[in-house]
Structures are given as C-alpha cells and as structure tokens.
C-alpha cells in the first residue's frame, strides 16, 4: 500500500508539472492522426509540435523536452527522418515515446524498428501484437518472429505481451505499455495494470496514437514508468466520464479532449490501478 500511495503522489506530481510548465514535445506522427495527437497534448498541458522533415526532427529532438515517433503512415522522407532523430535523442539522451504501429508490415518499417533496438526509446506504447512482434524482432524474451498484427488492431490480449513487455522494459531501462481493454505498464521490475476506458476507445481514429502523444508530454517531468502510467490513468479517467455523457463515437471524442482538459490531479491518481511485482 505505501508504494502505491507514493506511486500516486508521483502521479500528481506529472500531472501539476505538465499543468504548469507546458512542456514542449517534438511528434512524428501518424498523418490519420497529427490533429487528435495535438489537441490531446494541448489538453493536458503540454504543447504540440508536428514536424516531417530530417532537420526539423532534429531541432525538435534538440529544444523539446520530449519527443514522441509513430511509425503509423510512413513517407519516404521517413527513411531519413526517423532514425535521424532517434539518433540525435539517443546522443543527447533526452526522452522519447516510440509506437511501433503495424510492426512486421513491409520492409521499410521493419528496418526503421530495427535500428530504433540501438536507440533505446525511453516508453514504448503498443498494443500487444505490436509489443510482441517488436520484441521479437529484437530478438527478446516473449517475442515472436510472426505477428499477429492486424493494421493498427491487436490480436493478442494484454496479458499475452507480459512477458515481452518486461523483456524490452529491461532492454531500455524504461517503460513500456501494452494496451488495450485494461493497460499493462511496466518498468521491468512493477506492472501496473490501469483500468477504465470506454468501448467508444474502439470507435475513435487515433485513440492510441494520441495516448503516445500524451505520454510525452508526462515525460519531461516524470521518471519513464510514472509518465507512461499517468497518461493511462488520465486516459481511462476521461474516457469513462465521457461515454456516461454522450451517445455516440463522434460526440465521444469532443467530450474525451474536454475531460482530458479538467481532469484534476487527485482524480487521476485515484483512478484504479492494480500493482504486481515482477
């Protein structure tokens, strides 16, 4: 119980930090996607910043406090700009948040998730396909060479990416989220299981692009498993208040980004979160 109550005050703290210092993050983002990524970051506390290019990945990877990659809609200035940036984040040693969307789809996406193994990406987010088949790809505990992939949809449940998702945890010395229905987060020595959402989640084009996005934002002033964590709770939090004021998906998201925004502190490190030592 103590290391809960101390997990949860670090959670207020995220939170009031984000509120206060609007910190800067650096996106590379799905295209489907840039608008919600950006207003849920905004919403939250931090400030948006969507770049495409090789030198404007760079600039932000130096100025923001965090940056966030998607590999969701990939261009072909992305072969250049994306490991560029990891590079020059993995030198500099600042934080960033990887999503390795549709991880196992099409060569170029598989060698850009390969060279990311190097750069040791501060969070991970994905669902548990994509957590599985990455962590397969880096040859790690868990993985599998074959994904079950579906697009940006999961085959797997939850659960099923525990044991991936503690490898690559270890493998960075960050975090890593699987998620879905409930959220596993992990630092590779506590998994913390985050519940509540909305099935309205499922309706809502970038729900989990946009959790990444928000992650970043927590991650310039919180250790790697609290920022992943927090974003979670924040997301659950504002996605159950919603679905019980609307009627339907589209409704749902104007109402997501409003509760997002008045979310207070104390409410989102009480929402329910299950603790397992690993």
């Known amino acids: 119980m103590e290391h809960k109550n101390e997990i949860k005050k670090e959670i207020i703290e995220a939170v009031e930090f984000s509120r206060k210092n609007n910190p800067m993050v ?11 990524v950006a207003n849920t970051q905004l919403a939250v506390g931090g400030s948006a910043a969507m770049v495409y290019l090789p030198d404007e990945g760079e600039f932000l990877a130096k100025a923001a406090g ?21 590079q020059v984040l993995n030198e500099l040693q600042k934080p960033w948040v990887l999503d390795p969307v549709a991880v196992g789809i099409g060569l ?23 957590v599985i088949a990455l962590a397969g790809l880096w040859g790690l505990e868990g993985g599998t060479a074959v994904s079950n992939v579906r697009g940006v949809d999961s085959s797997d449940s939850v659960m ?5 998702a503690i490898a690559l945890a270890r493998w960075t010395g960050g975090a890593v989220m699987v998620s879905g229905q409930t959220d596993l987060v992990t630092d590779g020595k506590v998994l913390a299981m985050s519940q509540g959402g909305s099935h309205f989640m499922e309706k809502m084009t970038g729900a989990g692009c946009s959790l990444g996005g928000v992650i ?18 924040v997301y ?21 980004i409003d509760e997002l925004y008045q979310a207070n502190a104390r409410d989102i490190a009480d929402n329910p979160f299950e603790l397992v030592e690993v």
């Open 216 to 233: 970043g934002v927590y991650l310039v002033g919180a250790s790697p498993f609290i920022a992943a964590l927090t974003a979670a709770a």
């Open 236 to 256: 659950n939090l504002a996605a159950r208040r919603a679905e019980a004021k609307v009627s339907g998906p589209g409704s749902f998201q104007v109402q997501f």
């Open 26 to 36: 650096g996106s590379i983002t799905n295209s489907v996607t840039i608008n919600l």
């Open 108 to 130: 170029l996406r598989t060698d850009l998730l390969q060279k990311f193994k190097d750069y040791q990406p501060t969070v991970i987010k994905g669902n548990a396909s994509e």
């Open 160 to 164: 099923a990416a525990n044991t991936a």
């Open 66 to 86: 965090a940056s966030y990659i998607n590999v969701g809609t990939l261009l072909p200035v992305y072969e250049e700009t994306l490991p560029h940036t990891a």
